[in-house]
């Protein structure tokens, strides 16, 4: 497979938000309100000017003791087929673009004379897009497009102190999440991948990735489209010219 990929090994994040801050200073996006509700999460959630928020979540054992405190950076996972570009080229093809070399899907101004928000949010099988309130631009993580393209790592991995983050080759990335994987699942057994063949942010979860998060992995109900797939739900009106 050519273009790049993270590889991103919870068994090794800390929480330390470094990712987090590094995403928003590179990206020059403002800061956001926060408030206390009971965890040291925060912001909530991701929204159209923070690209990636620190999940943290206490997972019990079936006696109701801490197992695992698991540490989720979430960001858009830059599908191989990315179904939040299949459904806007229904509209506009140039509003989502995917890089062809590095494989990175980003949105660009164009996505707020798209008709329907909600279409592209739901055709996305991890929740991730979002919409300013204001201007109607739909943002996400970019990977880092501009930096990766002058031979610079994305900003989270450039910063991350403990090797959780790593990005290189969709190759190579893939060939050191299966070789940690089958290390690491001697002390996690329940250790897995998350969606690698079809994404660009392969996880290892120490976990159920249910267990972690809703979106962790592709949701049963929301499916990857491919093409084919997704030009069958289209009314003929809607349908691109192929």
Request: net charge positive; glycine share 4%.
């Amino acid at each position: 497979m050519s273009g790049k990929a993270f590889f991103v090994d919870l068994t090794k994040c800390t929480a330390c938000r470094g990712c987090q801050v590094a995403c928003k200073q590179w990206n020059k996006l403002p800061a956001e309100q926060t408030q206390n509700w009971g965890s040291y999460q925060n912001p909530k959630d991701l929204s159209a000017t923070t690209y990636k928020v620190v999940h943290m979540k206490e997972i019990a054992d079936a006696k109701g003791n801490l197992a695992v405190w698991a540490f989720f950076p979430e960001q858009c996972r830059h599908c191989i087929e990315p179904p939040c570009k299949l459904t806007a080229d229904a509209y506009d093809n140039t509003a989502i673009v995917h890089d062809p070399q590095t494989g990175a899907v980003f949105f660009t101004e164009k996505t707020k004379a798209l008709p329907d928000f909600n279409e592209i949010r739901e055709a996305c099988p991890y929740n991730i897009p979002r919409q300013h309130p204001e201007t109607k631009v739909m943002a996400k993580c970019t990977m880092c497009l501009d930096r990766v393209q002058n031979g610079l790592l994305p900003a989270c991995v450039q910063v991350c102190p403990t090797g959780t983050m790593n990005f290189g080759d969709y190759d190579a990335m893939l060939a050191m999440a299966k070789k940690r994987l089958a290390e690491v699942q001697k002390r996690y057994p329940e250790a897995t991948l998350g969606d690698a063949d079809s994404v660009r942010v392969i996880y290892l979860y120490p976990v159920d990735p249910k267990k972690i998060h809703q979106y962790a992995v592709a949701s049963l109900d929301l499916p990857l489209l491919d093409r084919r797939a997704l030009l069958a739900r289209l009314t003929p009106f809607h349908r691109p010219t192929v």
